[in-house]
């Protein structure tokens, strides 16, 4: 990836505000962000988008991610 490419952003939240806030942040800055309120979401939307990520930035582990951990 060249320097002047943006990556894709998941943000996953289940304070809408603040998935909605983070997203206009990122855009502001030519990233392209998805947002969703759970971790199940996550995974789809990961999976439908195509995002593949070694970094993460979490507040908390979620039922749902655990789950899906299984």
């Known amino acids: 990836m060249s320097i002047t490419e943006k990556q894709t952003i ?11 806030f983070i997203q206009q942040m990122l855009k502001e800055r030519e990233y ?10 996550a995974v789809r939307l990961a999976v439908e ?5 070694t970094k993460y930035l ?3 582990q979620t039922p749902q991610i655990l789950m899906c951990r299984q």
């Open 49 to 53: 988008f195509n995002i593949r990520s």
């Open 58 to 60: 979490r507040q908390s």
């Open 10 to 20: 998941l943000v996953v939240d289940d304070a809408k505000a603040i998935t909605q």
């Open 32 to 41: 392209k962000a998805i947002g969703c309120g759970n971790g199940a979401d």
